[in-house]
């Protein structure tokens, strides 16, 4: 602390009594700044590591991740678009962010919507096997549970398989040639359907967070697909949440932790029911229960036909 050091000139007039007094003042009033910016110091170290523990958390996960400054995270409310029924062709909704397919789409689409300002979510499945995927021959069939009700082709697999990752590491390569911001990776709730593979809350929990560390050291942001079970063991991680139709079963307040935390939830709602795919607005209770729940004014809500094409309709 050379700043505090006394000056040596003007001492030698005085008398020895006075310099003893004089001395004396001077080192109680040192040790005094000292100790006041010892404790100032300290408490500003503690705030700034606070601060830093915060910044990590909402960035990147806290604790338990990778210190990533290039980690894209969206703020709450952020607006988008989600189009998984084909290859994105109409980008002409003014948004921030679409979540697109990524096999579906090329690079020059990405590069597009980069252009115009948007940022873009690639989506894929995390958690089973689609029979019409560029690389579902990697899949072992070891590896591959029951089907999916309702979805032709598709099977849970073993997310804990080293195998099944590594299919997953190529993805995530993938998004990171072509130039995605992040990644959606669905279907990791295989715990909470008959898979025929035993797959537990602790396999996703597990997953997901080789998940965000594999994406973030990619720098490519990642969110929880639905999971709401397991939101407390890995929201550190995810930069967002996307759910499907938590108003519709009263599970809004639980996706809500995402807010809480600086976090958007990337909301979908589907009034219209599984099998209505048309071009007409929802309105009156419809529009009212996919709209309206405690905290809905920060969610980032869309209403969807069940195909997810082109059309939506915001709150």
């Known amino acids: 602390m050379e700043s505090l050091k006394t000056p040596s000139t003007g001492w030698k007039s005085w008398t020895a009594k006075k310099k003893a007094l004089v001395l004396t003042s001077i080192l109680v009033f040192i040790v005094a700044v000292a100790v006041a910016l010892g404790v100032g110091l300290g408490l500003g170290l503690n705030n700034d590591n606070d601060n ?8 990147t996960g806290g604790n338990n991740t990778t210190n990533n400054t290039n980690v894209w995270q969206p703020a709450v409310g952020t607006s988008w678009q989600i189009v998984l029924r084909y290859p994105l062709n109409d980008t002409s909704v003014d948004v921030d962010v679409y ?6 789409n090329e690079k020059e689409m990405m590069d597009e919507l980069h252009a115009d300002g948007r940022r873009v979510i690639c989506y894929f499945s995390a958690g089973t096997y689609e029979d019409w995927r560029d690389d579902a021959s ?18 849970w697999v073993n997310i804990s398989s080293s195998k099944i990752r590594d299919i997953m590491l190529d993805r995530l390569d993938i998004a990171v040639e072509k130039g995605c911001d992040g990644v959606d990776p669905d279907n990791v709730d295989g715990y909470d359907n008959t898979n025929g593979l035993d797959l537990s809350e602790d396999d996703t929990v597990d997953y997901m967070n080789f998940l965000a560390e594999e994406a973030h050291s990619r720098n490519l942001s990642i969110g929880l697909k639905n999971a709401g079970a397991v939101i407390d063991r890995v929201i550190g991680k995810m930069q967002w949440s996307v759910n499907e139709q938590c108003a519709q079963y009263d599970e809004c307040d639980t996706y809500a932790a995402f807010v809480r935390r600086g976090k ?16 007409v ?7 009212t229960n996919a709209c309206d729940f405690d905290d809905s004014d920060e969610f980032s809500t869309l209403i969807k036909n069940m195909d997810l094409d082109n059309w939506l309709q915001e709150c």
């Open 52 to 59: 830093d523990e915060d910044n990590n958390d909402n960035n």
């Open 99 to 104: 979540d697109i397919d990524l096999f579906d």
């Open 138 to 155: 990697k899949f072992p069939s070891s590896d591959i549970g029951d089907n999916l009700d309702e979805w032709e082709g598709e099977s």
């Open 264 to 279: 958007p939830v990337f909301h979908i709602e589907y009034p219209k029911g599984d099998d209505t795919n048309n071009q």
């Open 281 to 287: 607005s929802v309105t009156g209770a419809k529009k």
